[in-house]
C-alpha cells in the first residue's frame, strides 16, 4: 500500500500488479469472446458457425497481444532499474 502513495516515484506499483491485470485482461476478453458466440448464435446458425470458428482466433490473438504488451511495459521497467545500477556503479 506504501507504494500507491510513493509521491518521489522511487517503487512502481505497475511491476507488483502485472499479474493480476494480466488475469483480469484475460477474463474480460473471455467475457468477450463467450458473449460474441452466443449472439452470434442467436443471429443465425450461418452467424453461429463462423462465430464459432472466428471468435477463437480473435480470442487467442487478444490474449496474445495483452502478454505481449505487458511484457514490454516489464520490459521497460527493468531497463529502468538495470540503468540505475549502472548508474550507481559509475557507468555513468
Do not use: H, Q
Not at 490473438?61 to 548508474?87: H, N, P, S
Amino acid at each position: 500500500m506504501t507504494r500507491l502513495f510513493d509521491l518521489s516515484f522511487d517503487n512502481y506499483v505497475t511491476t507488483s500488479i502485472i499479474k493480476v491485470l494480466f488475469v483480469a485482461a484475460v477474463v474480460a476478453e473471455t467475457i468477450w469472446a463467450l458473449t460474441t458466440l452466443v449472439s452470434a448464435f442467436n443471429a443465425g446458425p450461418t452467424f453461429g458457425l463462423l462465430a464459432l470458428f472466428l471468435v477463437p482466433l480473435g480470442w487467442l490473438l487478444a490474449v496474445l497481444l495483452t502478454r505481449v504488451w505487458m511484457e514490454l511495459l516489464i520490459v521497460i521497467f527493468k531497463i529502468k532499474e538495470d540503468l540505475g545500477a549502472i548508474r550507481g556503479n559509475g557507468g555513468f
